[in-house]
């Protein structure tokens, strides 16, 4: 390569650095995607809803517990397969 060539090649990476720099420097955005704010206060709110149902849950289970009507049946272990049955 010449001289020229290679000082025409550094002025247009010269240039194209400048331009990365305005851009990062002035805050302009490269992709169009709108970014979600995140809302502290209706985050706060459903995650409140869902600690409610939570405990509306356990309550229903520590009522069941309480009244004796729980009944639990074990169920037998599957029988393991011979080896020549694959």
């Known amino acids: 390569m010449s001289a020229s060539t290679t000082s025409r090649w550094f002025a247009v990476v010269l240039v194209l650095q400048m331009l990365i720099l305005?851009?990062?420097w002035l805050g302009v955005s490269g992709s169009s995607v709108a970014y979600a704010q995140p809302d502290a206060g209706r985050d706060?709110?459903?995650l409140l809803?869902?600690?409610r149902k939570t405990n509306a849950k356990l309550d229903?289970?520590?009522?069941?517990?309480r009244s004796g009507k729980l009944q639990v049946q074990a169920a037998q272990a599957d029988q393991p397969k011979p080896a020549g049955d694959r």
């Open 44 to 46: 706060r709110k459903e």
């Open 22 to 24: 305005a851009g990062l």
């Open 49 to 51: 809803e869902e600690v």
């Open 60 to 65: 229903t289970l520590i009522e069941l517990l």
